[in-house]
């Protein structure tokens, strides 16, 4: 991949990161929420995506090119 496209990628990311904490700082305080639920959402979004990745493992035995390698 050239550079430009991966300095590019990561300028991107890295405004989205920020828009992200800005919009949060500005949301939070509003809200008046328990810091339960801002740490429920994370770690469930988190979670998500980890049973996403087992099922897509466990339900497509031709992408298993891990599973017969030599140790």
């Known amino acids: 991949m050239p550079v430009k496209k991966i300095v590019l990628m990561l300028g991107f990311v890295i405004i989205a990161a920020g828009i992200t904490v800005w919009v949060a700082t500005v949301i939070a305080p509003s809200l008046q929420a328990s810091i339960s639920w801002m740490t429920v959402i994370p770690i469930a979004l988190v979670a998500y995506m980890v049973w ?20």
């Open 52 to 71: 996403r990745v087992i099922a897509g493992r466990i339900s497509n035995k031709g992408d298993a090119r891990y599973d017969n390698a030599k140790k």
